[in-house]
């Protein structure tokens, strides 16, 4: 089996990244939306490359199996958008997941962010189980900073704090 790499993004990686993330919103979760829908995708690096925010990518073998963005939000907070793990990789055997936000976090840490925050769906049962495992705490759409990118679709929200 080869090795799960994690990477920054680079302008070469735009169609993996829609290749993972778009498959999973529509076909696996029925979500109705687009990559057009989704500007933050046009231009990855001028949403989430900036300030202390930015884009990484896992590949295997060169080809994208997940997707994991930071937006940084101002005043030590991030916004946590854009995890995904095509379902082939999932699962705690490659590791795909588990490594995606480890490196976000420590990356988070280290560029002085205090507060991470996300925004997911009720369909993502799978995904609510994992952030709770890795220290994220549900929180009330009221508590939300108001700089935080909300989603139309998003109805569950979480925060972490980091040391």
């Not at 057009?36 to 900036?50: E, H, M, N, S, T």
């Not at 997707?67 to 999932?90: C, H, N, P, S, Y």
């Not at 549900?138 to 508590?143: M, Y």
């Amino acid at each position: 089996m080869s090795e799960v790499v994690i990477s920054r993004f680079s302008e070469g990686d735009v169609q993996g990244v829609v290749d993972v993330i778009l498959p999973i919103q529509r076909e696996e979760f029925g979500i109705p939306i687009t990559a057009a829908d989704q500007p933050d995708l046009r231009d990855i690096p001028g949403f989430y490359q900036v300030g202390s925010g930015d884009f990484w990518v896992a590949k295997v073998a060169g080809t994208v199996v997940g997707t994991i963005g930071l937006k940084d939000i101002g005043e030590g907070q991030a916004a946590l958008r854009k995890m995904f793990v095509a379902e082939a990789w999932r699962g705690r055997e490659f590791g795909v997941a588990a490594a995606l936000l480890k490196g976000l976090l420590a990356e988070a840490t280290a560029r002085g962010i205090r507060e991470v925050y996300l925004g997911t769906t009720a369909k993502f049962l799978a995904a609510h189980r994992f952030y709770e495992k890795n220290g994220f705490v549900e929180v009330g759409a009221d508590t939300l900073p108001d700089r935080f990118p909300r989603m139309a679709v998003d109805t569950k929200f979480y925060r972490i704090t980091l040391t």
